[in-house]
């Protein structure tokens, strides 16, 4: 467990990889387990409306096993309320899945969409869920969430990460500054900061240092890495067995 800067585990590309060969396995759960023993202070899922990844399945289960809280990212659809006021987790965080819901920044498009949002999010508030928007730093973005009654912004790190693995250095200082601006007036406005995606090693620290910023979601690279620090391990134990049953 952290201070105050808490991190969110998204293990959505677990379920890509089980999916992948239809198994059983990697079970996204078991990641979810190891995350939280691991200093996880949340679990992040995003069940698509696609079921690409995470399956509904897998919301029970988490929702059944987890100590910490559950995340649940979702698109603003009738089966995803319902689904959320079903299961009623900690947090909803409300994400674009179809492009005409985006705003430049790859975020919610909020401001366009004031009244249906304002009424799609008034049930999942009364259950009792912190509702979040993942969003970009435009400041109508931020402005319409504070509206709308959210509790929370996620603020999108994506295009940031983009131009930092593109190298295009002075852009990403300039889209860094844009994020630190979005969160200083997000707070202002009263939301709780986070931010997340396309975080890694190399980008992750700047965002940390975000004085307003409370958590931080990240998933694909945390899946990626934990190839290269656990294959080894994973190996020798097959080694292991194989020579055992020779034995
Ligand atoms: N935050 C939100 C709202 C997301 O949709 C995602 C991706 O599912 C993440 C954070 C994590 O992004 P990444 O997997 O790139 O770390």
New binding site residues.
């Given amino acids: 467990m952290s201070g105050t800067l808490r991190l969110?585990v998204?293990i959505?590309?677990v379920a890509t990889v089980r999916n992948a060969r239809g198994s059983a396995y990697p079970d996204p759960v078991r990641a979810a387990i190891l995350a939280e023993e691991s200093g996880a202070d949340g679990i992040?899922a995003?069940l698509r409306e696609d079921r690409r990844h995470i399956t509904d399945d897998d919301i029970a289960r988490l929702v059944a096993t987890l100590k910490r809280p559950l995340n649940f990212?979702m698109a603003a659809t009738a089966e995803m309320q319902a689904i959320a006021l079903r299961h009623r987790p900690h947090a909803a965080?409300i994400?674009p899945e179809k492009r005409e819901e985006r705003t430049t920044e790859g975020g919610l498009d909020v401001a366009a969409d004031i009244a249906r949002l304002t009424e799609f999010i008034a049930p999942l508030r009364a259950a009792g869920c912190r509702v979040?928007m993942?969003i970009g730093h435009d400041p109508r973005q931020i402005e319409a969430s504070a509206r709308i009654g959210a509790a929370v912004v996620?603020l999108?790190?994506?295009h940031y990460?983009d131009l930092h693995a593109e190298g295009r250095f002075a852009e990403r200082d300039a889209e860094l500054a844009a994020l630190a601006e979005g969160a200083r007036l997000a707070r202002s406005l009263g939301l709780e900061v986070?931010?997340?995606?396309?975080?890694?090693y190399d980008t992750v620290g700047p965002v940390a240092a975000f004085p307003e910023v409370r958590e931080?979601?990240?998933?694909?690279?945390?899946?990626g890495e934990a190839i290269f620090v656990g294959l080894k391990k994973a190996i020798a134990e097959m080694r292991r067995q194989m020579d055992a049953a020779q034995a």
Avoid: K, M, P
């Avoid at 986070?194 to 890694?200: I, S, V």
């Fill in positions: 969110g998204n959505d590309h992040t995003h990212e965080c994400v979040s993942f996620e999108h790190t994506g990460c986070h931010a997340g995606h396309g975080l890694t931080l979601n990240i998933g694909h690279f945390l899946i």
